[in-house]
C-alpha cells in the first residue's frame, strides 16, 4: 500500500514494542523514517537496527522518560539535528494503573498525569514548530477505549487517558490552520507483551494458564471475544495518517467521524461540529 508517506519522518514514544513497535514497522514499511524512543536503551537500539535493516530507512532509538520535560527537550533537539524536524508524532508511550481513588496518593496522580497528558503536550510543543515549517504534519495520540468506558481498577488511567482524548480535541483545533492534523485512537483489548506479563504472574501457582486467563477477559469484555494483535491495531493508524487528503482529492469531506470498532457497543455520541477533530475507537471493550 503506497499511502504517500516515503521520506516523511516520524517521532514515536514508545516504539519499541507492542503497539508503538508494530506502527513503526508499518510506517518503515512505507518508507518513512523513525525516531522511536523508550526508556529501555538496548531494546530500541535493537528494534531501531532491525527496522533499519528489514526497510532500509533510517531508525534511530533515543533514550527518554516522556514523563520528564528535560528528556522530552533533549529528544525534540535530537530530532531537528538528525533529521531537521518531523511530519508524523505518534504519542503512544503509556501504562495501566491499578488503585483506588481514596488509597492513591497526589505522586501517583502526577506521575500518569505527567505520562499520558504533559507528554503528549511537551512533543507536541516541541516538534509543532517543524511540522509548521515543513508545510503541515499528523498528530496521532494513543488514548485508550478506558477514556470513555472506564475499568473500575485504574481509576488514574481512564482520567489521564480521557484527559489525552481532549487535548486531541483542543490541540486539533488550535493546529489545523497550520495544516496540522490531530486525532485520537481509542484501543481496545490490543495483546501486548504487557499483558502477557501480566496475566503469567495473576495466574502464577494457579491451575489457570495466562492465555485461559487473557481469554476470559476478552470473552467478558470484548464483543469480538478476543484480543486484537498490535499489528491489526496498526493497521487503523495508517488510514488516520492519510484519510483527510484522500477524502479532500474525491471531494467526499462531508463527514464528522470515522468509527472502527470491533464490535464495540457504542455509547450514543452527539455529533460534532468540527470536521478535524476526530477519536476513534477500535476494538473496544464492552
Ligand atoms: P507496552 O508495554 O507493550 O509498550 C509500552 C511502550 O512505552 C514501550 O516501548 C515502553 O518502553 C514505552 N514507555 C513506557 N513508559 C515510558 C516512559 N515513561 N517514557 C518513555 N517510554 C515509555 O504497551 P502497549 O503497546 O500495550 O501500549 C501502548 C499504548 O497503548 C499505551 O499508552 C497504552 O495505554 C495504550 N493502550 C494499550 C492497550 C492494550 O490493550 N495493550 C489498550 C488501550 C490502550 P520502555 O519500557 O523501554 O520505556
Redesign the pocket.
Known sequence: MDLGLKDKVAVI?????????AVAEGLAQEGVHLVL????ET??AEKAGEINARYGVKAIGIK????KADDINRLVAEVDKSFGGADILIN?????SNETIMNAPDEKWQHYWD??VM?AVRLSRGLVPSMRSRGGGVIIN?????AKQPLDYEPI?NVT?AALMMFSKCLANEVIKDNIRVNCV??????????KKTATQLTAGTDTTWQEYLDQIAKKNAPIGR?AT?EELAQFFFPVLTVRQLLRRLHLLRGRRLVECGGVRQMPTKRRRDDETSDYDCTGSD
Open positions: 514514544s514508545g516504539g519499541s514494542v507492542g503497539i508503538g513497535l524512543c523508550a526508556r529501555d531494546r530500541l527518554v522518560d516522556v514523563s503512544n508511550a503509556g501504562t495501566g505520562l499520558h507528554a494513543n488514548s485508550s477505549i478506558c488511567y487517558k481509542n484501543p481496545g483489548l490490543i495483546l501486548t507483551p504487557d499483558w484480543f498490535p
